[in-house]
């Protein structure tokens, strides 16, 4: 009786020992970099896409919003940053720009819309170096969190109707405060879904991936589609 008593709590052990092994191994260092690299992979198979970002820093707000579809050849890039201080009149500054078969449009201040002289976004562009695996300035900078993040495993979460897990990456060699960030990747198609940097008090949300996104033209802009439309 006492022999299979022991035999019986080697066994048990040893399964212990493997189970905690085994657990050790994913949450251990690779795991984190590992989950990263599906997120590039899945990245590189976006075609379309929305993110809404928010951010305060002391009298400082500012909110911005891109809606990139590279099927349409769209760029839509809005941004409201307030500023208020005691000193000073409160700032308060609003740009919108659509980029729309290779020309660009600027909102001005009465409302209306005129084509800008300058050219800065293009959709198909974006996409042809998100498909390369290049960082971009709208997405998460996952390329650099894979080469330079100490990456951590976090908790389930819901954002905009899709369950994700929280990463924390911690930026080797970023600046101060801003090395940080709370990553929340889809369980089922690994994408980011949400960037939180607690130093800037800032949130990014992404949604409506490869999508046909409704985005209204301008005026100018749809005359100027029908124009190189009839000349074909």
Not at 3 to 11: L, N
Not at 18 to 42: H, N
Not at 206 to 219: A, K
Request: hydrophobic residues 35%; charged residues 20%.
């Amino acid at each position: 009786m006492g022999g299979r008593y022991w035999v019986w709590v080697v066994a048990r052990l040893l399964v212990a020992v493997a189970i905690v092994a085994w657990a050790a191994s994913y949450m251990g260092t690779g795991s984190g970099e590992k989950e990263f690299q599906k997120t590039l992979d899945a990245m590189k198979q976006v075609r379309s896409f929305r993110v809404a970002y928010t951010a305060t820093q002391g009298a400082n707000h500012q909110e911005l919003l891109w809606e990139i579809d590279c099927n349409q050849d769209l760029w839509h890039h809005q941004s409201h940053y307030v500023q208020t201080t005691s000193e000073n009149a409160p700032t308060d500054f609003l740009q919108d720009e659509i980029t729309a078969n290779g020309k660009q449009y600027e909102r001005m201040n009465g409302g209306s819309w005129t084509q800008s002289k300058y050219y800065t976004a293009n959709a198909k562009a974006f996409c042809n170096n998100l498909s390369q695996g290049n960082d971009t300035n709208v997405l998460p900078p996952i390329a650099t969190m894979i080469k330079r993040g100490i990456i951590q495993k976090g908790d389930k979460r819901t954002v905009n109707g899709v369950r994700c897990r929280e990463w924390l990456v911690t930026m080797k060699g970023g600046m101060s405060g801003l090395e940080h960030d709370k990553v929340c990747l889809g369980l089922e198609d690994h994408l980011p879904y949400e960037v939180t940097v607690d130093y800037m008090q800032s949130r990014a949300s992404f949604s409506d991936y490869n999508t046909h996104l409704q985005i209204d033209l301008p005026e100018v802009a749809l005359q100027n589609t029908s124009a190189t439309a009839g000349s074909n």
